[in-house]
């Protein structure tokens, strides 16, 4: 903190902001507040009012809706006398059936398994915590949730079956199911149990139950990253091979077809860009700006934003810290909506199986865009934001 900053306040912890590492004196904050680092901005804690009773109901809320969207009908299609639906468990076997084993991983675990755990997990610590009670492995719980939540992509999927619709809606009829506005109302609760999360305070409420039970706590007392040579190294070096693999699964995922219509015996290719332009001729032009941005901008922008800051670092310069910084915490963000045009080509590819009359395929793009959008995410966890600052520890 400034060292000319007068106030009253009684401080009560020493947290340590994690994007610049300045260790801060945190007040007690009270509902509706929040604490963020004055040297980068980042958001330390924030209190949001019965934050914990709501991340249950909602919690529960979510998970009645997630059951709710699996049995009946997600969406419907219907061309020429032929029909046939989309719903989250026959779209596995569809994926499957066609050799994209992988693709129906991806959709179960950033769909319905990650969701799940991380759902019942937080039920799992919060209601015995808020009871005084101590749940068994709660330390170890709470840091996979941590590590679990930005591999949920529930609105993301929502996003791409709105795309989906788009799409298709000029060459066949279109009705949604049940399971639709389930899925909903289930990526709505997500969410705001997402935001009504606050890491600070869920540690220090453990804590506090581990304290009351006499619970020992094993924590390694390892340096950040910028006090430490070894971990700098490391830390630099796992994000270029990372960045490296993320530019050669570019030029295929951009070249090859993303998808492939087979349309009375004969095939239709589409690359992620041929998408992109035969959605703006046919007049969506919001939905091809989102599907450009997400599928193209925004990982390009990312390895390009993210191979500066790891230079950057390595050179140890000192300039535009904080622009450094925010580009980063940009970079973090948007990187995982990428995903939306996988998840296009696994609804169209589930839904559109009308035999030989009409049916789509995913192409071999959507495997290598896939592993574009996991690479640059996992690029983006292993930089360290820390080593912005180097080892300016004071706030000027």
């Excluded at 839904?351 to 574009?372: H, V």
Aim: hydrophobic residues 50%; proline residues 4%; contains cysteine.
């Amino acid at each position: 903190m400034p060292e000319n900053l007068q106030t009253t306040e009684i401080y009560t912890v020493e947290v340590q902001c994690y994007e610049c590492a300045l260790t801060v004196n945190l007040p007690i904050l009270k509902e509706s507040q929040k604490a963020q680092c004055p040297r980068c901005g980042y958001t330390l804690s924030a209190i949001h009012r019965n934050a914990n009773e709501r991340i249950v109901a909602f919690a529960i809320t979510a998970l009645i809706f997630l059951i709710a969207s699996l049995p009946f009908k997600f969406l419907s299609f219907s061309a020429n006398g032929l029909e046939n639906h989309f719903d989250a468990i026959t779209s596995f076997f569809v994926l499957i059936d066609n050799n994209y084993q992988l693709l129906a991983l991806i959709e179960f675990l950033t769909i319905f398994a990650i969701p799940t755990v991380v759902l019942l997990s937080v039920i799992y610590l919060l209601i015995p915590m808020n009871k005084g009670l101590y749940p068994k492995h709660g330390r170890k719980v709470l840091a996979m949730v941590f590590k679990l939540l930005p591999w949920s992509m529930v609105e993301i999927f929502l996003i791409g079956a709105l795309v989906s619709l788009i799409k298709i809606i000029s060459m066949a009829e279109i009705e949604l199911g049940l399971s639709f506005y389930a899925f909903i109302l289930f990526a709505l609760s997500m969410t705001i149990v997402i935001l009504h999360i606050d890491k600070r305070e869920l540690y220090q409420l453990l804590a506090k139950v581990e304290k009351a039970h006499k619970i020992e706590i094993q924590q390694s007392q390892s340096k950040v990253a910028q006090e430490n040579p070894i971990t700098h190294a490391l830390s630099v070096q796992k994000t270029w091979a990372l960045l490296i693999t993320a530019v050669i699964l570019y030029i295929p995922a951009n070249t090859l077809p993303i998808m492939t219509t087979h349309f009375l015996g004969q095939n239709d290719p589409s690359t992620i860009i041929g998408g992109v332009i035969l959605l703006w001729k046919g007049g969506s032009y919001p939905i091809a700006a989102i599907v450009f941005f997400a599928s193209v901008v925004i990982p390009v922008a990312k390895i390009l934003v993210l191979a500066w800051l790891n230079y950057s670092v390595q050179k140890q310069s000192h300039r535009l810290s904080l622009q450094r910084v925010k580009l980063y915490r940009m970079a973090e963000f948007v990187g995982r909506w990428s995903m939306i045009d996988v998840f296009v080509v696994i609804i169209l590819a589930s839904l559109i199986q009308l035999g030989p009359t009409m049916s789509i395929t995913p192409g071999a793009a959507t495997l290598a865009f896939s592993g574009l959008v996991i690479v640059t995410m996992l690029a983006a966890m292993s930089f360290e934001p820390q080593l912005i600052w180097n080892d300016r520890k004071k706030y000027e």
